[in-house]
Structures are given as C-alpha cells and as structure tokens.
Nanobody, 119 residues
Framework: QVQLVESGGGLVQPGGSLRLSCGAP????????MCWYRQAPGKQRELVAK???????NYANSVKGRFTISRDNAKNTVYLQMNSLRPEDTAVYYC?????????????WGQGTQVTVSS
C-alpha cells in the first residue's frame, strides 16, 4: 500500500500564502511524476500542477504565476507554494503520484488537505 502524506492546508485570507507538502515512498518518488489536484464543493477534481521526475512543470491556467510546484528528491517530498490566494482557490487539495508503464497508468493519492481562502 503506497501512502502519500500531505500537510500544510488551512485557513488564509485573500492575498495570503500557504505551502503544501507531500511525502512519498522513495521507491516511487524517483520515477513518478508528482501532481497536485484540487476539488471544490460541487465541482470535478482538477489538475493544479505537475512536476515530472526530470523536473519539468506545468500548471493550470488559473494558477499560473501564483503557484509553484517543486520537489526535493533527497526528502522524497513535493511542495506546492501558493501565493496571492483567492477565494476561488478554496478546495480540498490532493497529492498524486502517477506513472505510465506501456499503456498502463499507475496512480496513488493522498488523503487530501483543506485549503480555505476567506476573510
């Protein structure tokens, strides 16, 4: 059973910052792409940011320029630095590890951490 352990969510005012962290087993961290997804009430889960094992990143248009994903391979940890937060960023944020082997995709999920942006 692969466990991803998230931390760092909470309540923040608009314009504020938070940093999410996600630890993963070293056996998968080195080869899996690491992602952050989010799901707001009544909405579908959406990809927020992704970083490959090689360090390439991509972001949802809604967070470009405000969020930064990074990974520390020595600590087997991925981070999501969230700046200039907006009320519409309120959601449960999920860490995800994903890897494609041939035609098969492997996905592992964290338990989710709540981020609430409100004054």
């Amino acid at each position: 059973q692969v466990q991803l352990v998230e931390s760092g969510g909470g309540l923040v005012q608009p314009g504020g910052s938070l940093r999410l962290s996600c630890g993963a087993p070293g056996s998968i961290f080195s080869i899996y792409a690491m992602c952050w997804y989010r799901q707001a009430p009544g909405k579908q889960r959406e990809l927020v940011a992704k970083i490959t094992s090689g360090g390439s990143t991509n972001y949802a248009n809604s967070v470009k320029g405000r969020f930064t994903i990074s990974r520390d391979n020595a600590k087997n940890t991925v981070y999501l630095q969230m700046n200039s937060l907006r009320p519409e960023d309120t959601a449960v944020y999920y860490c995800n590890a994903q890897h494609q082997n041939g035609i098969t995709w492997y996905h592992y999920w964290g338990q989710g951490t709540q981020v609430t942006v409100s004054s």
